[in-house]
């Protein structure tokens, strides 16, 4: 594995930024698509593909509550599979069903709890509600985590804010992905997560 490349993950192209037009030495990129579903399916494949040394996942996320703004960079302590049906007690899931993934390689980023439900949070109470577990929202981090624990490759994500979470977030995310994406790029090259050596 000395020689072995690190995989790039984004849910779609614009979140690498133009990293897939030019990967940085060592890294290979490549694209989940959207839900945690499509990124555990299409992790394990490019793991298949590529046998990777690492993973770094990179994407955006919106935030809950006053812990995280806009333009926050962060990094994914743990991936947290949950939906609000189980918090406000509509919905369980089974006990020997697995829910959270912890990272397993270190980012010089500020570290968060990532909640994954199964679709966008659309208002300001739901958001309210699963800030109690975690401090963002994101689609593909679970799938992701859980395909390279089952393989036994290190992992870790970094998220940009691109929105809070509620009734105004998808104009927020519009009008802002590109930009922060672009921005946590630029923040992990500097701090020389991008390179050939191990994190």
Do not use: K, Q
Not at 27 to 55: F, I, N, S, Y
Not at 158 to 167: C, I
């Amino acid at each position: 594995m000395a020689n072995a490349p690190a995989l790039l993950l984004s849910a779609f192209p614009p979140e690498l930024a133009g990293l897939d037009a030019a990967p940085p030495p060592g890294w290979v990129t490549a694209c989940t698509g959207v839900g945690a579903v499509a990124a555990a399916v299409e992790t394990a494949r490019h793991l298949a593909r590529v046998a990777p040394a690492r993973v770094l996942f990179v994407g955006t996320c919106g935030a809950y509550d006053a812990r995280l703004a806009p333009g926050a960079l962060i990094a994914v302590s743990e991936a947290i599979a949950l939906s609000l049906d189980e918090v406000e007690g509509r919905a369980y899931r089974p006990e020997i069903e697995r829910t959270r993934w912890p990272a397993t390689f270190p980012l010089p980023l500020p570290a968060y709890p990532v909640a994954v439900p199964p679709a966008i949070t659309r208002t300001a109470d739901g958001a309210r509600a699963l800030a109690a577990h975690a401090a963002a929202e994101h689609l593909e981090v679970t799938g992701v985590f859980a395909a390279c624990h089952s393989a036994g490759v290190p992992v870790a994500a970094a998220l940009a804010v691109a929105n809070r979470v509620g009734p105004d977030a998808h104009a927020e995310w519009r009008a802002s992905h590109a930009a922060v994406s672009r921005a946590l790029v630029d923040a992990l090259r500097a701090r020389g997560v991008l390179g050939r050596s191990a994190p």
